[in-house]
């Protein structure tokens, strides 16, 4: 029962930071109707300056996670300014395609950057583990539930509290009403960008925690994040938590449990899971647990 208790616990830490990718995937979809891949780029990057600021700079942990969060989410900014505004009214396909684009530059400049060293971001946590209720637990699955849960909370205060987040919200529902209503539409998205970047610097230094480190490889990782937004829907940010802690959770308890009880699924299933769930969820709800249907009418 212990080691059940702590497989979830890792489940958990694991999900909340695919929920907190995922986020970042869904203000930019609400916000353009574009599917952002370079989201994975921005997170090795964000993983990049949280060390550089830690290590080089000699920033105290917290205030170089802050800085690293500032610096992402001024470079994901420039690049819709450059790269995504011109194709404003462009079918979304395209525009996505744009963005593969954009991960594949990121992605260089990501090797560039650190070539084939492994990075730590300098966390506190380390892998100091701590009693909780008399269960074994590692700090860094309960600072990423922590922090992740925070993140995406300030974000869902700020877009539905804040008269931006209104202005948001607006351009996500219909982007040539909110410009009619007065609506700064590019600016609109543009801290769209602003704040997924941030999130993704935020996820990448969650997942440069681990035990090994951080290589631009890691940037796949972020590719588990598509299920993520599949299962709970690509305009959801509640359907991201939901579906990041159900991805999490069933990715740690394949890991922990399958060579156990289904060995002949091999040692690795782990990393189908995500994708063997998206495909059964594309079946049932193609629009995802929390997606909103799309209504066309004839």
Same mark, same amino acid.
């Given at each position: 029962?212990?080691?059940?208790?702590?497989?979830?616990?890792?489940?958990?830490?694991?999900?909340?930071?695919?929920?907190?990718?995922?986020?970042?995937?869904?203000?930019?979809? &609400?916000?353009?109707?574009?599917?952002?891949?370079?989201?994975?780029?921005?997170?090795?990057? @964000?993983?990049?300056?949280?060390?550089?600021?830690? +290590?080089?700079?000699?920033?105290?942990?917290?205030?170089?996670?802050?800085?690293?969060?500032?610096?992402?989410?001024? $470079?994901?900014?420039?690049?819709?300014?450059?790269?995504?505004?011109?194709?404003?009214?462009?079918?979304?396909?395209?525009?996505?395609?744009?963005? +593969?684009?954009?991960?594949?530059?990121? #992605? $260089?400049?990501? #090797? &560039?950057?650190?070539?084939?060293?492994?990075?730590? %971001?300098?966390?506190?946590?380390?892998?100091?583990?701590?009693?909780?209720?008399?269960?074994?637990?590692?700090?860094?699955?309960?600072?990423?539930?922590?922090?992740?849960?925070?993140?995406?909370?300030?974000?869902?205060?700020?877009?539905?509290?804040?008269?931006?987040?209104?202005?948001?919200?607006?351009?996500?529902?219909?982007?040539? %009403?909110?410009?009619?209503?007065?609506?700064?539409?590019?600016?609109?998205?543009?801290?769209?960008?602003?704040i997924s970047g941030?999130?993704?610097?935020?996820?990448?230094?969650?997942?440069?925690?681990?035990?090994?480190?951080?290589?631009?490889?890691?940037?796949?990782?972020?590719?588990?994040?598509?299920?993520? $937004?599949?299962?709970?829907?690509?305009?959801?940010?509640? @359907?991201?938590?939901?579906?990041?802690?159900?991805?999490g959770v069933a990715?740690?308890?394949?890991?922990?449990?399958?060579?156990?009880? #289904?060995?002949?699924?091999?040692?690795? +299933?782990?990393i189908v899971v995500?994708?063997?769930?998206?495909?059964?969820?594309?079946?049932?709800?193609?629009? @995802?647990? #929390?997606?909103?249907?799309?209504?066309?009418?004839?």
């Amino acid at each position: 029962m212990e080691a059940l208790i702590a497989v979830l616990i890792r489940g958990l830490g694991v999900g909340s930071t695919y929920a907190l990718l995922a986020v970042g995937f869904v203000i930019i979809y &609400r916000a353009t109707d574009v599917v952002n891949f370079a989201q994975p780029a921005l997170m090795i990057l @964000g993983a990049y300056y949280t060390s550089l600021y830690v +290590f080089n700079v000699g920033m105290p942990f917290p205030v170089a996670v802050i800085a690293a969060m500032i610096t992402m989410a001024v $470079i994901s900014a420039l690049t819709e300014r450059i790269a995504l505004r011109p194709m404003v009214g462009e079918p979304p396909f395209a525009a996505a395609m744009v963005t +593969f684009g954009v991960f594949v530059v990121l #992605f $260089i400049l990501a #090797f &560039r950057l650190i070539g084939t060293n492994v990075i730590v %971001v300098g966390d506190p946590w380390g892998l100091e583990r701590i009693d909780l209720f008399g269960i074994r637990v590692n700090q860094i699955d309960l600072a990423k539930i922590v922090i992740s849960m925070i993140a995406i909370a300030v974000v869902g205060v700020f877009l539905k509290r804040s008269r931006v987040g209104l202005a948001m919200r607006a351009t996500a529902l219909d982007q040539e %009403v909110a410009l009619a209503q007065g609506v700064n539409v590019g600016r609109m998205f543009g801290l769209s960008w602003a704040i997924s970047g941030a999130l993704a610097a935020l996820s990448g230094m969650l997942i440069g925690t681990a035990a090994g480190g951080v290589t631009p490889l890691v940037a796949f990782v972020a590719l588990k994040a598509l299920p993520v $937004i599949i299962l709970g829907g690509l305009d959801s940010i509640q @359907g991201s938590v939901y579906a990041g802690l159900i991805i999490g959770v069933a990715e740690s308890l394949t890991r922990a449990y399958s060579s156990t009880y #289904f060995p002949w699924v091999g040692s690795n +299933f782990d990393i189908v899971v995500p994708y063997a769930i998206m495909i059964l969820v594309l079946m049932i709800r193609p629009y @995802g647990l #929390f997606g909103t249907p799309e209504v066309q009418r004839v």
